[in-house]
């Protein structure tokens, strides 16, 4: 591997050498942070970049990211940002390495595969450890680590400018927002805070074309239910549990900092539904086995090939990538722990003080003002996930196209893919749409890759997913 590795760097003089061939002259990137090749990763055709973006050299305040171009013909193509959730949880770890990047952690996590529906099929590919305190993002001053959905938004105001900067060729790009889960707060302020952006500029504008969110928490008194009905619904609870819930909690008084709202009754039946689940299923996703790490550790240290898969998944795959991004050499190819911080690289920080009240907010309506600009907004789910059920999603979708007094432009229907279903869907108002991804996780991608594929490309293209499908089954 060290032999490798350094054959890469003795010709990295030759990729500079050829990027007027491949369009980079024209489009401009930093040298500095291209990666030449990750550790353990077949050839590829497209270019990847990581590095850091300061976002307040004063404070230290620094944010990792890591790009990939499209695999074909990236100068026409468009830019998309995703962001995870959490808060605090990693987009290039979650995002990047695990769902719709280029590339998967190995079984034996010394190298990486290709992964053969990678989003980078039809887009270019931004991903950003936001806020500081996530994943290889820091600061050097540690009263940053309390942080919120202002500072959040605000911090990726700047990034985004001065990532432009980084890479000038992608300023005037159809520029599309997503993300999952916490991303439901992450994406829609920071549209709005684009948008208020693009109000004041008198030069450059970002070119917002679209929003989209996968199983996004958007309001907490819809949401939080939905995770209850799902539980009844998939036979998770009994009866008994599930109708103690409907009658004596609240959830419109319900605050994740403020659960002295709670009854004493409600508290009990919600203990007993938990208890009921149990710890051996993966609410991100319900029909996955689950991955045990301590096996999966001593496998890797061994270098044992781990295989721990159900339905085609490998449920072991976080353990493997924070393996993976732990290795020195990992780190070195996508330039990343610049400054060797105290701590490993995890999924989800362990340093960071998210303000919780924050999880209250109502994000209906900033996404109501996304919609009032004529950006599209697509809300889809995975239809597995017990954390953030697409029923609240569902529901606060329909609420939202009411309140903007939109009609359906598409009736709730199946949507399909490959001549099978690969979802429901429907559409309000020619702008905003709702669709589920049958048999995907909360990471939809990471559980239906070519439907969640097949989804984004519909989206990106202002496409309508396909209503119909031949031949017609009698």
């Known amino acids: ?21 491949c369009g980079a002259a024209n489009n401009g990137w930093p040298e500095e942070d291209l990666v030449v090749r990750l550790p353990g990763q077949p050839k590829v055709g497209f270019r990847q970049f990581g590095g850091y973006v300061d976002v307040d050299e004063k404070a230290g305040r620094s944010m990792f990211y890591y790009f990939v171009e499209a695999e074909e013909d990236p100068q026409n193509k468009p830019l998309t940002l995703w962001l995870n959730g959490g808060p605090g949880c990693s987009s290039v770890g979650g995002g990047a390495f695990t769902a719709l990047g280029p590339f998967f952690p190995k079984g034996h996590s010394r190298g990486v595969r290709r992964n053969s529906k990678s989003w980078n ?86 070119n917002i074309k679209g929003v989209a969110i996968g199983n996004p928490l958007l309001q907490l008194d819809r949401d939080v239910p939905a995770v209850y009905e799902f539980f009844w619904s998939h036979g998770m609870i009994s009866d008994e549990v599930g109708l103690a819930i409907m009658n004596d909690c609240n959830f419109e008084d319900y605050t994740f900092s403020g659960t002295h709202n709670v009854s004493t009754e409600c508290s009990t039946a ?25 096996i999966v550790q001593q496998e890797l240290r061994l270098r044992k090939v781990v295989t721990k898969i159900s339905i085609g998944v490998d449920v072991c795959m976080t353990a493997e990538r924070t393996f993976y991004f732990n290795l020195p050499e990992v780190q070195k190819a996508l330039h990343a722990n610049r400054t060797n911080l105290p701590y490993h690289w995890t999924t989800c920080s362990n340093i960071l003080f998210y303000n919780e009240g ?66 429901w869907q429907t559409e309000y108002g020619n702008l905003l749409t709702f669709a589920t991804v049958r ?22 293209h202002g496409r309508r997913l396909p209503n119909n499908t031949r031949p017609s089954i009698d």
């Open 358 to 423: 924050d999880s209250n907010l109502d994000m209906l309506p900033l996404l109501k003002r996304i919609l009032q600009d004529k950006i599209p907004v697509w809300i889809f789910s995975g239809d597995q996930d017990s954390v953030v059920p697409l029923m609240g999603s569902r529901t606060l979708v329909r609420e939202l196209a009411k309140d903007l007094n939109f009609q359906h432009t598409v009736p709730y229907g199946a949507w399909f893919h490959k001549g099978q279903v690969g979802g």
């Open 121 to 206: 099929k039809v887009s270019n590919l931004l991903f950003v450890e936001s806020p500081a305190g996530v994943g290889w993002s820091y600061s050097n001053t540690s009263a940053d680590y309390n942080c919120g959905d202002a500072s959040t938004a605000s911090d990726m105001l700047t990034f985004m400018l001065k990532w432009f900067k980084k890479f000038p060729g992608y300023k005037l790009r159809p520029l599309f927002l997503t993300g999952e889960s916490y991303a439901g707060h992450y994406i829609p302020q920071l549209a709005n805070v684009l948008l208020d952006y693009n109000k004041k500029s008198k030069d450059f504008k970002f």
């Open 439 to 460: 048999g995907a996780a909360h990471m939809v991608s990471y559980s239906q890759p070519s439907r969640a594929l097949h989804l984004f490309a519909t989206f990106i």
């Open 270 to 294: 919600l203990n007993d539904a938990y208890s009921i689940v149990g710890s051996y299923i993966n609410p991100y996703d319900v029909i996955l086995d689950v991955c045990y790490p301590s």
């Open 1 to 21: 591997m060290a032999s490798g590795w350094s054959w890469d760097r003795a010709f990295v003089g030759v990729v500079l050498l050829l990027c007027d061939v």
